[in-house]
């Protein structure tokens, strides 16, 4: 590149444009420019546009989650590994965020929703939410989020809306990735000692409690469903009881059967109702948003 | 039109990945369509990645590129069919090994089915961009950027990368 450092290869200034240069923007375009977001026939768009959050939700807060491990991974490796799955994730929330807004006809965009709601408003699955007590916990959660996202997005690739299918095919081959990452972990640590096998078990007993909901519809999930353009959660189990029975036999372990975490009066992450985890993981999120609103750097 | 047409896409074509420098939008197979509407020339990127943070300066690049040549451009994002790694063409790749950087090897072909797990690190016969010599071990699924894996050759003991089949 002719340049010494990497830094005064991105502060480098072009006569024609100073500034210009990428790392150096000032705000985000929209990641769904020059897209077709019209909402199909006999579809209701906000319930389109709950839908979108809740996916949107899901990969954000996860991604923010994933996003923490930052500094503080075991290995230089699995620091970039986490760093790309989040990276893969927050693109899979912009646009899904951002189809939200052009649904429900408010025509809000992606930072209106991650950094304006309260939590009552973010519609993620808690397991997305949850503080991962070491590496283990990482590699469980992330293992339950990756084998449950990928069967829902491997059907929205063939359902009617065709903002949500494109997403849907590109998030696919990108989770195949995220799903191995943390598949192999899980089977590397149940190897390891008595230590790390332990640690492992421990973290799949944490995490087991949070899939229930996954498979739990809400009524927005159940009238998509009908009119083509939502996968039936419950539809998912069998694949990703597949897929984890899959690991668990090459890990050499049993997947702890727990019951699944109550909500409040019948209400989880779908509704809104989260845990506690959820608050200061928003006011994290949120701060630099609230302190300075409408700032861009 | 046609050569405004001709001039738009020599122009698109030839801007640089801001992540991949020595490879141009034309090399990694992002540049989808370059047509004229009305007076206007209309440019359809679609992203790598869906969190590929190059996407919106490769659009602003194409943009300012075209207008500096005095054309009425417009870029638009299109997410369908997904990128695949082999829409790199043979040129990309050339450019790739030159700069070190093992080209990827075809994409699985994937039916209508559940995508199949991978249980350990995926085996992949790489020549060393170095030295040229087989059997790299791979040491990360994941490197610099989303898009590519880290290897070491067995041979001459180099760290390389590796732009991963997708």
């Known amino acids: 590149m002719g340049f010494d450092t990497a830094y005064e290869a991105i502060s480098e200034e072009e006569e024609e444009d100073p500034g210009h240069r990428w790392a150096y923007g000032t705000g985000f375009t929209d990641p769904l420019a020059g897209v077709d977001t019209s909402v199909p026939d006999g579809v209701d768009g906000a319930d389109l546009a709950t839908y979108c959050l809740m996916l949107g939700d899901d990969a954000l807060i996860m991604s923010h989650r994933l996003q923490q491990w930052l500094a503080r991974a075991p290995e230089l490796e699995e620091e970039t590994a986490l760093a790309n799955i989040a990276l893969d994730l927050l693109g899979q929330a912009r646009l899904l965020l951002s189809r939200a807004g052009a649904a429900d006809g408010t025509g809000r965009g992606e930072d209106d929703y991650a ?3 309260p939590e009552r408003e973010f519609r993620n699955v808690r397991l997305a939410e949850i503080a991962d007590a070491d590496f283990a916990g990482l590699v469980a959660r992330l293992l339950v989020f990756s084998t449950w996202r990928l069967a829902l997005l491997a059907r929205l690739r063939d359902l009617r ?25 899980a ?6 000692t008595e230590y790390s096998r332990g640690r492992m078990q421990a973290a799949l007993a944490a995490v087991a409690p949070l899939c229930a909901e996954l498979f739990t519809a809400t009524g927005a999930e159940r009238r998509l469903a009908a009119a083509g353009v939502a996968a039936d959660p419950a539809a998912l189990r069998p694949e990703f009881d597949a897929v984890i029975g899959q690991v668990m036999s090459a890990a050499g372990m049993t997947w702890p ?23 200061y993981l928003l006011a994290e999120l949120q701060s630099v948003a609230r302190a300075h609103p409408g700032a861009t750097w | ?29 992002i540049l989808r369509e370059i047509r004229a509407e009305g007076t206007r020339v209309v440019v359809s990127l679609t992203p790598t990645y869906s969190g590929c943070p190059a996407m919106r300066e490769m ?19 299109v997410l369908s069919p997904p990128w695949s790694s082999d829409w790199i063409t043979g040129e990309g790749r050339r450019k790739l090994a030159a700069a070190g950087i093992a080209p990827p090897q075809p994409a699985p072909r994937r039916g209508a089915g ?9 085996r992949r016969d790489l020549a060393c961009p170095r030295c040229g010599a087989e059997g790299a071990l791979q040491t990360a699924a994941f490197s610099a950027t989303a898009c590519k894996a880290l290897y070491r050759c067995a041979a001459c003991g180099e760290p390389f990368e590796y732009i991963k089949e997708i």
Not at chain 1, 257 to 279: N, S, W
Not at chain 2, 114 to 122: E, F, K, N, S
């Open chain 1, 161 to 185: 809306d065709p903002v949500l299918a494109a997403v849907a095919a590109k998030g696919v081959s990108e989770i195949t990735y995220h799903r191995d990452y943390a598949a192999q972990w």
């Open chain 2, 1 to 29: 039109m046609v050569s405004v047409l001709a001039l738009a896409r020599e122009i698109a074509e030839s801007v640089p990945d801001p992540e991949l420098p020595m490879l141009t939008l034309a090399d990694l197979g």
């Open chain 1, 257 to 279: 059967d727990r019951p699944g975490l109550a909500g409040v009066a019948g209400q989880a992450g779908r509704d809104g109702v989260h845990t506690e985890a959820m608050g």
């Open chain 2, 59 to 77: 659009q602003q690049d194409v943009a300012r590129r075209l207008t500096a040549a005095g054309l009425e451009a417009e870029v638009r994002t």
């Open chain 1, 187 to 192: 089977i590397r640590l149940a190897g390891g």
């Open chain 2, 114 to 122: 559940p995508v199949p797990l991978t249980l350990a690190p995926v």
């Open chain 1, 115 to 117: 950094f304006g709601r």
